[in-house]
């Protein structure tokens, strides 16, 4: 990989991606492209802008916002007559994104990005094999940033960002927030799973993330957060999933600047729209003490009365209340409001919430061991 700072490769950007907040992003974007040969980012506008070619002696120009980045070195593309271990890039545009395989004429074999390997770009050429998380490729010697593969449950791989760039790096992402492109009011299957895709959105599975902390809460959790202002805030936490029925979750705030506003949630089990029989909360007008101890409630799931002549007060889940996304919310009953200091399941922009953060753009929650 090949990086000049402050160049931009004019005339050959066959697309322009925005809202893209970071140059391992970009080169993910890039990496799952066949015709993707060199890209410019520019940070402060979040811009990523993919290339068909190369430079020339005479294509590159001057723009301080940029940073100009070949993917790989252009001495390396050679014709080959079948290494299909590597990306290859096809002149005549046919090509094959499932396997990365090209017709018998007319294409060249190029080398992955320096330090990736594999048929997507999404092995390490550190480590042998596929490891279990973004630490254990860092600790093999992979140092860039990037989206790599996984393998937590011997099923099957998935594919994460890894960020080895903050605080030492190590970093695996299991959540991404950007732009509202993918729900987040899913069931509770679906967050078992996880769902979403590393090119814009995503949740890793909270089987995953069980499995990456190892069923203890000795890790640590980084949330990152942006608002539409460029503001830049960030939590670290003590965290982990420590069983995986309900996986409940701990959370032992460490620092950061954005304030502590998981502790409220420590220990409590993660619900859905589909799977909220432990909680309810209640609207402020009407909640009162005398209701939570006498019990005297019900949802649209089921009802309760420790007297049946006594008058049963209404209520929703809190995830029904948080438009049906999943999350550590707090159990038992409670006020609406009380549900959770923060929710980064919920809808994007307005509804995204953490303590007196307000107008949320983008979010990273990140786990390292």
Known sequence: MIKQNGKRLENQVIDAVDETYSLAECLALCTRRYDCKSLNYAERLSMCEINSEFESSESLSDDQQYVYVTTVDTDSC???????????????GSYNLQDRSCPGSSFQWCTCMDGFTGPKCTLSSSFSGIAVSCQQYQDAGHDLSGVLQIDLTSIAPVDVICDMDTDDGGWTVIQRR???????NNTWDEYVNGFGSVDDEYWLGLENIYQLSEGSANGVLRVEITDYSGNEY????????????RYRARFTHIEGNAGDSLSYNDNQPFSTRDLNDDLLCIDDETFNDEIVDEKMFSSS????????????????SCSEYSAGTGWWFKSGVVRCIDCSLTNL???HAAALKWGSIQNIKQIELKYRN
Not at 178 to 184: A, E, K, N, R
């Open 234 to 245: 960030y939590a670290t936490y003590s965290f982990g999933i420590v069983e995986n029925s």
């Open 178 to 184: 950007s732009d509202g492109s993918c729900p987040f």
């Open 78 to 92: 050679e014709p080959s007559a079948g290494n299909f271990s590597e990306c290859c890039y096809d002149v005549t």
């Open 301 to 316: 799931d089921n009802s309760s009365s420790d007297n049946n002549e006594e008058e049963v007060v209404d209520g929703i």
């Open 345 to 347: 399941n919920a809808p």
